[in-house]
């Protein structure tokens, strides 16, 4: 298979949680996949969506609606976990694109909720952690959040943080400023 790199999926997914511990018989699970993508030779965020997904092993708590803006309501209306990966694989060939996502849990998440209900891992093996990158790039002792990297970039932090969407495209553009400084800095 051939490995398109003209544009890059940057992911970031929301899922449900507690303040606390899950209640009995309750599993986090991915509830929002955000998506937007990076045109490689402009580098610079190109499109964004929002896939919301309809929770099979559990419910949106107030505390995940407070942190997130999801509620109940509206992720019933979403579709499947299963045809949301079918959609990544169809519309954003993300078996055959490099993906991104801020470090390694929506990765895990993927990987978990793959496994637990068989179902075909949407992305490819090449997979960029950004917040990995970003500290390394900036040689700081240690990873950063997501809003904290927009700061030292000095780029504002767009829509609301804790969205998919909105947080997929505030990574794409700290990606596009990691690719530009690996272009001029040679």
């Not at 986090?28 to 929770?55: F, N, Q, T, Y």
């Not at 019933?76 to 470090?103: M, N, P």
Request: with cysteine.
């Amino acid at each position: 298979m051939t490995i398109k790199l003209d544009k890059i999926i940057v992911i970031d997914i929301e899922a449900t949680c507690w303040q606390e511990h899950s209640p009995p018989e309750q599993e986090s699970e991915i509830i929002e996949i955000g998506i937007c993508i990076v045109d490689v030779a402009r580098a610079k965020p190109i499109e964004k969506e929002s896939i919301l997904v309809r929770p099979e092993c559990s419910q949106i708590s107030e505390f995940c609606t407070q942190l997130t803006t999801l509620t109940q309501a509206e992720v019933d209306r979403g579709i499947t976990f299963s045809e949301a990966c079918f959609k990544l694989r169809k519309k954003y060939e993300s078996l055959e694109r490099v993906w991104a996502s801020w470090g390694n849990y929506d990765k895990n998440m993927f990987e978990k909720q793959c496994l637990s209900r068989n179902i075909k891992y949407p992305f490819g093996i090449r997979h960029i952690n950004v917040k990995n990158l970003f500290a390394l790039v900036h040689a700081l002792p240690k990873e950063v959040g997501m809003a904290n990297a927009l700061k030292l970039l000095d780029i504002p932090l767009e829509g609301t943080h804790h969205r998919g969407a909105d947080d997929a495209w505030n990574i794409s553009k700290i990606l596009g400023k990691l690719l530009l400084q690996g272009r001029f800095n040679n």
